[in-house]
């Protein structure tokens, strides 16, 4: 059960930007709670990217930013690079605990 | 260096419990700062929060979930537990545990910051 939509797919080719959009809602994200991404290869475990909505983890590069407004993210990946072909989740907090989006398949042109 | 690690049976048949254990090491389970989460993802899927709990033993589930589930932790093992009972083929999936830290706020910790590699259990007669 998603409450949070996440685009299925978005492509870009290297050195362009991008960005995945996440929608919430009064209960979620408009309610003032962060958001949080996450980056997946296939065959491996999720991995943070970005916390309290624009924050990078240590060794995450500075291309990948993340914003918020109202009930709705955004991650913004620039200088698209091959390796960045991925799946990203966003993910909050609400009335019944955390909720993840269903996902963006990132393909890199 | 804090690593999760996720052991269990790979095949549960339907209608029995799903049990599984997270061994950490790196960190300890009863720091103050953290509680410790499962997440799973079902084949071809996105991820779903199963639940979080404390080393107190406080916890903290999806009320979404068609199985019940419980959870618990061992202090003295560094571990942390997840039980799925009458389990279905819908709850065939990668499950992951993880650390949850606190957002900004400082009240609320959902905040995954660290994943165990996952483990695939697979529910079929």
């Known amino acids: 059960q998603s409450v949070l939509t996440q685009p299925p797919s978005v492509s870009g080719a290297p050195g362009q930007r991008v960005t995945i959009s996440c929608t919430g809602d009064?209960?979620?994200?408009?309610?003032?709670?962060?958001v949080n991404w996450y980056q997946q290869f296939p065959g491996t475990a999720p991995k943070l990217l970005i916390y309290g909505n624009n924050n990078r983890p240590s060794g995450v590069p500075a291309r990948f930013s993340g914003s918020k407004s109202g009930a709705s993210a955004s991650l913004a990946i620039s200088g698209l690079q091959t390796e960045d072909e991925a799946d990203y989740y966003c993910?909050?907090?609400?009335?019944?605990?955390?909720?993840f989006g269903r996902g963006t398949k990132l393909t890199v042109l | 260096q804090l690593q999760l690690q996720e052991s269990g049976p790979g095949l549960v048949k339907p209608s029995e419990t799903l049990s599984l254990t997270c061994t950490v090491s790196g960190d300890s389970i009863t720091s103050h700062s953290y509680y410790w989460g499962w997440v799973r993802q079902p084949p071809g899927k996105g991820l779903e929060w199963l639940g979080s709990i404390y080393f107190t033993g406080s916890t903290h589930y999806n009320p979404s979930l068609q199985s019940p589930v419980s959870m618990s932790v061992d202090t003295s093992k560094n571990q942390l537990s997840l039980r799925l009972s009458s389990v279905t083929a819908a709850d065939t999936a990668v499950y992951y545990c993880a650390r949850l830290g606190l957002d900004s706020s400082g009240y609320y910790h959902y905040v995954f910051d660290f994943w165990g590699q996952g483990t695939l259990v697979t529910v079929s007669s």
């Open positions: 993910q909050s907090y609400g009335s019944s605990g955390s909720v």
């Open positions: 009064r209960s979620n994200i408009g309610a003032g709670y962060d």
